[in-house]
């Protein structure tokens, strides 16, 4: 019954972390696991806590600095970006009308749904402006008069 009782709660941690994507919650969950193949071999409850202890705080102590290293974007590690974070950055030419509510845009051959960074600025076609950032499939755009990156 305890085995069952530590799986529930690794299940909880493990949803729990998918909504906090802090990378931490989850090695509790690890933990839990551990705990429930303890309880599983007839461990008693003190030997249990003991394994839940020592897993999460070994899995948090090993595992979450490699994680969290190959999470960083690729401008801080010094890679090559590529998908979204290759756009944010680049030029764009304006294809209809951009404000803060809509427009479109055209980046290296491709159609973007766009939007201007402070929501007040308007861009007309054929104008260049630079891709600030992408939230979803909408680039957010801002005049482009930063020099080239």
């Known amino acids: 019954?305890?085995?069952?009782?530590?799986?529930?709660?690794?299940i909880a941690l493990a949803i729990a972390e998918a909504f906090t994507a802090t990378f931490l919650i989850i090695f509790f969950g690890i933990g839990a696991f551990a705990a429930a193949g303890a309880a599983a071999?007839?461990?008693?409850?003190?030997?249990?806590?003991?394994?839940?202890?020592?897993?999460?705080?070994?899995?948090?102590?090993?595992?979450?600095p490699i994680i969290l290293r190959h999470a960083k974007p690729a401008l801080e590690t010094g890679d090559t970006p590529f998908g979204?974070?290759?756009?944010e950055g680049t030029h764009a030419t304006v294809l209809e009308e951009v404000d803060g509510a809509h427009g479109m845009i055209k980046i290296d051959g491709e159609h973007w749904q766009?939007?201007?960074?402070?929501?007040?600025?308007?861009?007309?076609?054929?104008?260049?402006?630079?891709?600030?950032?992408?939230?979803?499939?909408?680039a957010i755009?801002?005049?482009?008069?930063?020099?080239?990156?």
């Not at 979204?84 to 756009?87: F, K, L, M, R, V």
């Not at 755009?141 to 990156?149: A, E, K, S």
Request: aromatic share 6%; glycine share 10%.
């Open 84 to 87: 979204i974070e290759a756009i």
């Open 1 to 10: 019954m305890e085995a069952v009782l530590w799986i529930v709660l690794g």
């Open 114 to 138: 766009a939007r201007s960074f402070d929501g007040h600025e308007k861009y007309l076609p054929g104008e260049r402006v630079r891709v600030i950032k992408v939230n979803g499939a909408t």
């Open 41 to 64: 071999l007839g461990a008693p409850l003190l030997v249990q806590v003991i394994v839940f202890a020592l897993v999460s705080g070994l899995s948090v102590g090993a595992l979450r």
């Open 141 to 149: 755009v801002w005049r482009d008069d930063l020099p080239n990156i």
